[in-house]
């Protein structure tokens, strides 16, 4: 019995740690990635220093984090770029910019 729960356990934990990203939860992700890359670009004129700054470190650790969970570069940068065409020019949402925070701090532990 105990021989039973030990495979059982590390079973579920190597299933968990392979599971990846669900294609929902990438393309969720990709658009947050836009969201922030948009953000960046807002001039400081116009937005406080410290959101642009988190705008484009948010922008490049999900870069990088997305290539590491399997996304094709050309991929991510193509539909990045579709969000950032969106919404390049347009004010500041900080209610987007703020769900985009509680996705990603949830779906990424640590980050």
Do not use: W
């Amino acid at each position: 019995m105990k021989k039973f729960l030990i495979i059982l356990l590390l079973t579920s934990v190597s299933s968990i740690a392979t599971a990846g990203m669900s294609d929902n939860d990438k393309s969720k992700t990709i658009e947050c990635t836009g969201i922030y890359y948009a953000n960046s670009m807002i001039p400081q004129g116009e937005l406080e220093l410290e959101k642009i700054v988190h705008s484009f470190a948010a922008k490049k650790f999900l870069n990088s984090y997305l290539i590491k969970e399997g996304v094709k570069e050309e991929k991510l940068n193509k539909d990045v770029l579709k969000v950032v065409d969106d919404r390049y020019g347009k004010p500041y949402e900080e209610e987007t910019t703020k769900k985009c925070d509680d996705f990603i701090f949830k779906l990424i532990p640590g980050s």
